[in-house]
């Protein structure tokens, strides 16, 4: 193991007890704020949340046309090399992001709420490029699963989240027996993380830099979890080698 592996190591327990840890008060108070605003919406615009999610999850794992892309193939390369290419790649689409963010966010209301299947659009087709970056098809119906709990794993409740890195961590263990994911729960939890923030993008006249800051870092956060996640396979897999 070289140096930067040693290093990754490090870094995954890390990410670990930072992914196993309860929210701290400050996020426990700002999610009963976000939770009080979210009841306020018209009952409309929750199932709008809620459909959005749906749709987007069963095209995705139907295999739609989320695939088409660049076609780039990432072979032989080492695990340093295949984060520096997420890195790039997760810079480009952090700021696709923002720019879509500060365009809906400056449209009030309406165009705001445009802004969430265009946001989940782009998330997905960053986890299908991250997905290739370290070696996996996301034509592969089980590598979309592994995707959509990455997913999870990024915008889920503190409960939920623990669940879902249990099945992350021993996904190399034991594939051909991994849960398939529960889609209704990944809708509601989905839903229910939009972040106080994500709800002032609706605002006029504030909603365009929140939306584009916000964005911003919502890429940032998966960015950070499909790294690790991924990273996590990689080194179960060169474990169960030795």
Known sequence: MD????????ELSRWKQKVMSDSNIFQTSAKKVQLKLQSLLPE?????????VKNMTVLFMGGSTVFNGSGEEYEALTLRERDLILDKKLNEYKK?????????GAGG??????????L????????????????YSP????????????????????????KVF????????????????????LQLEYRDHIDLAKLLQLVPIIGAPVGAYVNYQLLEQLGETAKNAYRLRYMKKKDDLI
């Open 3 to 10: 140096s930067y592996e040693l290093r990754i190591q490090y």
């Open 44 to 52: 409309q615009i929750q199932d709008l949340l809620t459909k959005t």
């Open 96 to 104: 696709i992001s923002a720019v879509e963010g500060a365009g809906t």
């Open 109 to 118: 209301i309406l165009l705001g709420l445009a802004d969430f299947p265009l």
């Open 120 to 135: 989940l659009g782009i998330k997905i087709r960053f986890l299908v490029e991250a997905a290739k970056i370290y070696g």
């Open 139 to 162: 034509k592969d119906e089980l590598e979309r699963q592994f995707m959509l709990y990455i997913f999870q794993l990024a915008f889920s409740s503190d409960s939920h989240r623990k």
């Open 166 to 185: 249990q099945v992350i961590e021993k996904w190399e263990d034991k594939v051909d027996e991994n849960p398939q994911v529960n889609w209704e729960q």
